[in-house]
């Protein structure tokens, strides 16, 4: 049996090094990227990974001259895969991009998720389900969980029966996860993200189900549940040690040097072998945080481009990479664009970014810009969370916020937004508000932790990364207050950072606050609690956790 040459449709604007390692981890294929309308011909299946916009990736293609030759191919009955925008693209229209034709295959529009109601974007891992009689054999697994990340999609109505092959509940909406008619198939979720489920589906599909004709339709369950699970993210912080050597390393309150003997900074790992050693373990994502950004270096010599190139061949959840994200001026004194610094990452395998303090900067500039105490409706369009949220999405806009208690004995003393304090401050003060900082905690600013997620979530950030520098490091548990606090002035899903020291503590962040994600470091590099544990306790505590291990 000779193997089918697939080609990968791309129309050049994110990352597809993630799909091309999957499928080749999956299934030892490789794929070759579709370069001219003719190369459509050639291909045994097509696979069209979107990423961005809708307008953007329909546009893409019609700027390269690929809408008419694309559509024949889907005529001429050969399989097509597509993937997230990639579904979509296949509809009429969308709302995110008013005015600008999709192909039309499904004669249905894409309209948004109904953020009065949930978190939006719908980001993280949920079940897939298919048909009640569907004898597929393996293709979508309905106990497993897949990884979505859509602020859009096609919600199910019956008109759409005869497109739907699984659909996914998402609070109050259920949604089209997946569409198989004739030689089509397309999935909102990212196969090539969801760890070992997705692997098994890119192998069934590519090696066994391309070829065959899509299965009649045929009735849903008539309950869907919604099966968003709560996320468990592993954070590696990366810096080069004192012998030049690019190693993971942990702070208590962000100083990560030995506090006795040498000084040294201290070493947990080789950044690679840890990080995948997390998505054996079932980590739901992987976030790599460069902690020494503000030095100056090449970017083409960002010593984090091997470790992304390396991490995402053998790491099929979602790399957030984090860390000197901003305009940089290298050594030469050359300005490398933040869209430019992260077009690296992306190419390498990054399929978010996380920006600190680049961030806490935009968000003074906009408030500068407030009448009233109101933001205005948004930026200038010039900070890097716009332009990289424009280009790649907001989901791939990650803020990491690097907060610490400004402890005051009367809420009067501040303007500040003040809560009261989850531990007395050092003076017994019964009170404090959580004051932003810059350059990995070293500088304070005049900006509290609401003023500052307010302000990114206005400019077009899609999650947030919440730390808590009074906690890192102690193993005390997540600060719960400001938790609470951050989740009730965003609607974008917030990952709450810093503290865990036991399993009994993840669960108390989930239930007592409605975070949608939590993350630890020091506990899982010293396997004190391994991330297994945590899992383990979450299922038996009733949280909704993803079981998965690679
Ligand atoms: O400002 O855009 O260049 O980003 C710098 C990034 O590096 C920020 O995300 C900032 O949080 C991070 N960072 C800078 N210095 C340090 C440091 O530790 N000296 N690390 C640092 C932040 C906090 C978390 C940690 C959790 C969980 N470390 O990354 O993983 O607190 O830890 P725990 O479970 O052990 O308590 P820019």
New binding site residues.
């Given amino acids: 049996m000779t193997a089918p040459s697939i080609y990968l449709l791309d129309y050049g604007a994110g990352n597809v090094r993630s799909l091309v390692n999957a499928v080749h981890h999956a299934t030892g294929l490789s794929m070759t990227p579709i370069t001219q309308a003719s190369d459509f011909a050639k291909a045994d299946i097509v696979v069209f990974p979107g990423v961005g916009a809708f307008g953007q990736a329909i546009n893409g293609l019609r700027a390269l001259g690929f809408v008419d030759a694309l559509l024949a191919y889907i005529q001429s009955g050969k399989p097509f895969f597509g993937i997230c925008v990639g579904l979509q693209s296949l509809f009429s229209a969308s709302d995110e991009t008013p005015g600008v034709n999709g192909l039309g295959v499904v004669p249905a529009r894409i309209t948004k998720f109904d953020s009065s109601t949930k978190t939006v974007p719908h980001m993280g891992w949920n079940a897939a389900v298919t048909p009640v009689s569907s004898s597929d054999g393996g293709l979508i697994d309905p106990t497993a969980r897949y990884y979505f990340v859509h602020s859009f999609a096609a919600m199910y109505t019956p008109a759409l029966a005869d497109y739907a092959y699984a659909l996914t509940r998402y609070g109050d909406q259920t949604f089209v996860a997946a569409v198989r008619f004739r030689n089509v198939f397309a999935t909102q979720f990212h196969p090539e993200k969801s760890g070992a489920a997705g692997q098994r589906l890119l192998r069934a599909y590519l090696l066994t189900h391309a070829k065959a004709t899509a299965p009649l339709p045929s009735a849903f369950p008539t309950t869907i549940p919604d099966a968003l699970s709560k996320r468990i993210i592993a954070?590696l912080?990366i810096r080069a040690n004192d012998a030049g050597q690019l190693v993971v390393t942990?702070?208590d309150q962000?100083?990560?040097r030995e506090t006795s003997g040498s000084g040294d900074v201290r070493n947990l790992g080789d950044p690679v072998d840890l990080a995948v050693r997390y998505y054996r373990e079932g980590a739901d994502e992987v976030a790599l945080?460069?902690?020494t950004?503000?030095r100056s270096v090449p970017v083409a010599d960002l010593p984090m481009l091997a470790v992304l190139r390396n991490a995402s061949e053998k790491i099929f959840v979602p790399l957030t990479i984090?860390?000197?994200?901003?305009d940089i001026v290298e050594p030469s004194g050359n300005v490398v664009k933040a869209l430019d610094v992260v077009a690296a990452y992306f190419r390498a395998g990054a399929d978010k970014v996380?920006?600190?303090?680049?961030?806490v900067y935009a968000a003074e500039n906009l408030w500068k810009n407030a009448k009233n105490g109101v933001l205005p409706a948004a930026g200038d369009g010039t900070t890097a969370i716009e332009q990289i949220a424009r280009v790649y999405g907001a989901q791939a806009v990650v803020v990491?916020v690097?907060p610490k208690r400004a402890y005051v004995v009367d809420p009067s003393m501040t303007s500040h937004t003040v809560m009261r304090a989850p531990v007395p401050g050092p003076n017994g003060e019964q009170y404090c508000w959580y004051q932003c900082t810059?350059?990995?905690?070293r500088e304070a600013r005049d900006l509290d932790v609401v003023q500052l997620v307010q302000a990114v979530e206005r400019l077009g950030a899609g999650e947030i990364?919440l730390?808590?520098m009074d906690?890192?490091?102690?193993?005390s548990g997540f600060d719960l207050t400001l938790v609470s606090l951050v989740k009730k002035n965003v609607r974008i899903p917030v990952i709450a950072?810093?503290?865990?020291g036991h399993a009994q503590h993840f669960v108390d962040v989930f239930q007592k606050t409605n975070v949608d994600a939590a993350?630890?470091?020091?506990?899982f590099h010293r396997r004190e609690v391994p991330l297994p544990s945590v899992k383990e306790f979450l299922v038996q505590s009733g949280v909704p956790t993803r079981v998965d291990e690679a």
């Fill in positions: 954070c912080d942990k702070g962000y100083d990560v945080l460069n902690i950004s503000f984090g860390g000197g994200i901003r996380s920006i600190g303090s680049d961030a990491s690097d810059v350059k990995g905690g990364l730390n808590c906690t890192d490091g102690t193993k950072s810093s503290g865990a993350l630890a470091a020091g506990i």
